[in-house]
């Protein structure tokens, strides 16, 4: 498949509008915020991040992006806010994904892969927007690891119940 660069960037910014219960974020929250994951320089953690749009009656509307894989940089204090800085691991999509792009110097149109594009630094100011850990390795995580982590997400969040009843099927060998 052959995509241009814009789609390319589209497909690593995967993000989608939700409405949470202010209690159901507030557990979240306790749980997961950042600052209690105690992630450390060079390690690989688990991440998502929401940026607040507004409050309505029923809980949070926020803006959610996919969970990914990132190896941490650094973090520090800006205006009373932390400031987390770190680099996403590449996906095994980027592997297989090639791309079209007209060169600046000839007009002519080349083919490039997607993990050939060189990593930039991201960086969230935990201020109005929030981050959530769901998982730290010192080293890079199994599919069976990450698997367990993106479980926890609000990407991907189930209901009480839900997680219940799998755990029982699981229990009874009905899964």
């Not at 409050?55 to 650094?74: A, C």
């Not at 095994?92 to 002519?108: A, H, R």
């Given at each position: 498949m052959i995509l241009t660069k814009e789609q390319i960037a589209e497909k690593r910014i995967n993000s989608k509008v939700i409405t949470v219960d202010k209690h159901i974020m507030k557990k979240h929250n306790d749980k997961y915020d950042f600052l209690k994951a105690k992630?450390?320089?060079?390690?690989?953690?688990?991440?998502?991040?929401?940026?607040s749009i507004k409050?309505?009656?029923?809980?949070?509307?926020?803006?959610?992006?996919?969970?990914?894989?990132?190896?941490?940089?650094?973090d520090y204090i800006v205006d009373m806010a932390v400031e987390v800085e770190w680099v996403?691991?590449?996906?095994?999509?980027?592997?297989?994904?090639?791309?079209?792009?007209?060169?600046?110097?000839?007009?002519?149109?080349?083919?490039?892969?997607a993990d050939d594009e060189r990593?930039?630094?991201?960086?969230?100011?935990?201020?109005?927007?929030?981050?959530?850990?769901?998982?730290?390795?010192?080293?890079?995580?199994?599919?069976?690891?990450?698997?367990?982590a993106y479980q926890q997400t609000l990407w991907f969040r189930r209901t009480e119940q839900e997680i219940r009843d799998i755990k029982l099927s699981s229990i009874l060998g009905k899964v």
């Open positions: 992630v450390n320089t060079g390690k690989f953690f688990l991440y998502e991040i929401t940026e409050v309505v009656e029923e809980g949070y509307v926020e803006r959610l992006y996919y969970p990914k894989l990132g190896l941490h940089i650094d996403d691991v590449r996906r095994t999509w980027e592997n297989n994904t090639q791309y079209e792009y007209i060169s600046e110097y000839d007009g002519k149109t080349y083919k490039s892969w990593t930039e630094l991201r960086s969230c100011i935990c201020w109005d927007d929030s981050m959530y850990v769901y998982g730290v390795w010192d080293v890079k995580p199994t599919w069976k690891e990450l698997k367990l």
